[in-house]
């Protein structure tokens, strides 16, 4: 996160923002609620990719978006405590055997992340 800040402070703008993907907080080991807090308090987070993972930064792997170490519905309230008003979006899943498109993990994520934000949300 403090490269980030640095990169904010050298051109500091309302538009100098970051996709803040959890996953990729959650792979290099940092605690992804406090990364939210911490980027998010600034105003920061442009939009989130909103997926999880499981294991250690030197062994991970992706997961359903419900099978991480990430607990998911934890993550969405800090979002919603800090002021975080934009988009959630599903990053890459896994597949699901005879899925040759790819969509049915997709589809899966979607409704997940609709299912947290109208829970959290409303």
């Not at 975080?84 to 896994?94: A, C, R, V």
């Amino acid at each position: 996160m403090d490269q980030y800040e640095r990169i904010f402070a050298l051109h500091p703008s309302p538009q100098n923002a970051m996709l803040f993907c959890q996953g990729c907080v959650t792979e290099m080991g940092i605690d992804v609620y406090e990364a939210i807090r911490r980027m998010g308090r600034q105003g920061k987070i442009a939009y989130v990719h909103f997926r999880n993972v499981r294991g250690t930064p030197k062994d991970f792997r992706e997961v359903f978006i419900d099978e991480g170490d990430v607990d998911m519905f934890r993550a969405m309230r800090t979002y919603k405590e800090v002021g975080f008003n934009g988009p959630f979006m599903m990053d890459h899943t896994p597949s699901i055997p005879d899925d040759a498109g790819g969509r049915q993990g997709h589809a899966y994520a979607t409704g997940f992340i609709r299912a947290m934000i109208q829970a959290v949300y409303r």
